[in-house]
């Protein structure tokens, strides 16, 4: 795919490509979408307008003067829809009764008739809901062509009226040329004026018709913020005769104009727009992943992959079902390593009472035998007696409460709850958004995933730990509103 050589504001093309399809739909699915020229060559115009970001806010600002000043305004229309696209072809919306929709919108009808269209598919979907969904977007087509074939002939009226209006307004700039370096101040003016309006395919011919005459024009090329923007003609420099180039420059100009009155009468003359390949391009171009750039700027292209690099691996920020997913999981967490310390210190203790114990009746076992004279013998069963008991308690607590069993479970299931979080903050493992950070629906799968694991966690070791049946989840309050001492708010 070639950019930046027809439309050079947002440097994007449709030369020789039917891709749009698939490529609107990696970047409607928030996949991120990088737009490489590859074709780049000194002398085609280069984009100057921030790539991407441009694009979104020539689109933006050409939609925005379409509200505001109605339909009738062809000249924001037709610059809105020369800022998508360049496509010719034939493309058409079929209803159920088989007519389309579009042969060959004018640029201004179709971005009236697409967003009628539009707002009215879903409109209709709305109310009727998916079983009367395909009878709506029937009768939205129908609704659709009939504003359709009533603009038509008014819409064509209009661009050959435009049309002709700014070739005679060319002609009538260069007759009143009085010298050479004036012509070529009007070229230049001529050329950079007509070079985005809504006749910039018209102007295109008179420029290459002008370039082609080299003897009389050359090129000049124009440069915006360091770049190559276009080539502006110019009268070569060894011309003396100012009537010599006002003959040719009217030749082309009467040239001109006549096939697109000829090209007008016979309904040929219009910019073609398909409404799938229209609303794909759109789409992209205001896409928050799709990024564009020039196989000459080696540094920006290094630095635009690196960016999205990172985008892939982090998104910008987590969504509130996120945040509460991840604050639920460092409670649940905290609850964890909470009762894993408490079960410890009761392992510890009824672990050093044990010892205590058995130390205890071996030391009076051991006196008892070398020295009978030092404890009497009824003292003796009841001091036996007393470490027996006392010993077959806490065999009874240790092997009831499980405290070492909760303590090494609680502490495991916390490490291994505690190294998902940071996969999951991190986007690394099963949370890997694999190039779809800037996408919800993705960002949701892994929200989704955390949760589920957090819950798989959870329920194992209330499981494992034998505490399935207590009350150790309820002790906390994961839902009222964090105090600041804990991680999960």
């Known amino acids: 795919m070639k950019l930046s050589e027809t439309l050079p504001s947002i440097g994007i093309q449709t030369l020789r490509t039917h891709n749009f399809g698939a490529l609107a739909d990696y970047a409607g699915r928030g996949l991120p979408l990088l737009l490489i020229d590859s074709g780049y060559q000194r002398g085609h115009p280069s984009s100057t307008k921030g790539g991407m970001a441009g694009a979104r806010d020539d689109i933006e600002e050409r939609e925005a003067l379409l509200v505001k000043e109605g339909k009738h305004e062809e000249f924001n229309m037709n610059v809105l829809a020369r800022l998508c696209m360049g496509i010719r072809g034939e493309a058409g919306l079929a209803g159920k009764d088989g007519m389309k929709l579009v042969k060959g919108l004018a640029l201004y009808e179709a971005v009236e008739v697409l967003g009628s269209t539009r707002e009215m598919m879903a409109k209709t979907a709305a109310e009727r809901g998916e079983a009367g969904q395909e009878a709506g977007v029937d009768g939205a087509v129908r609704e659709a062509v009939e504003i359709y074939q009533q603009s038509r002939e008014k819409g064509r009226q209009q661009l050959t009226k435009v049309s002709r209006e700014g070739l005679a307004r060319c002609s009538e700039m260069m007759n009143q040329a009085s010298d050479l370096m004036e012509a070529d101040a009007m070229l230049k003016q001529w050329t950079l004026t007509n070079f985005l309006q809504p006749m910039g395919k018209v102007g295109k011919q008179v420029v290459d018709a002008l370039l082609a005459q080299q003897h009389l024009f050359s090129g000049a090329q124009e440069y915006r913020n360091g770049e190559l923007w276009m080539v502006v003609p110019s009268v070569e420099s060894g011309v003396s005769d100012l009537n010599e180039v006002k003959q040719a420059f009217a030749a082309i100009i ?207 070791t209330l499981k494992a730990a034998s505490v399935m049946n207590t009350s150790l989840m309820s002790s906390f309050d994961y839902t009222s509103q964090p105090d600041g001492k804990g991680r999960g708010g």
């Open 254 to 460: 009467q040239r001109v104009s006549d096939e697109v009155q000829e090209e007008c009468d016979a309904g040929s003359h219009r910019s073609v727009l398909s409404m799938a390949e229209y609303m794909q391009v759109r789409d992209m171009l205001i896409t928050p992943t799709v990024h564009a750039a020039r196989m000459n700027q080696a540094q920006d292209l290094k630095e635009l992959i690196n960016e999205i690099a990172r985008a892939e691996r982090l998104p910008i920020q987590n969504s509130l079902e996120g945040t509460h997913i991840v604050r639920y999981a460092w409670l649940v967490l905290d609850i964890f390593n909470w009762y894993a310390g408490r079960f410890k210190w009761i392992s510890k203790i009824l672990f050093a009472l044990s010892v205590l114990v058995s130390t205890s009746l071996s030391i009076v076992t051991v006196v008892a035998l070398n020295r009978p004279d030092l404890i009497p013998k009824d003292s003796l069963r009841i001091i036996v007696l007393i470490h027996s008991v006392l010993g077959s308690i806490l065999a009874a607590t240790m092997t009831f409460v499980k405290p070492t069993l909760k303590w090494q479970q609680l502490r495991g299931s916390s490490l291994a709850l505690e190294s998902e979080i940071w996969k999951f903050r991190t986007r690394c493992s099963r949370y890997s958004l694999g190039g779809k950070a800037a996408s919800s629906i993705y960002a949701k799968d892994t929200e989704g995933e955390l949760l589920m694991v957090v819950e798989e966690v959870k329920q194992h």
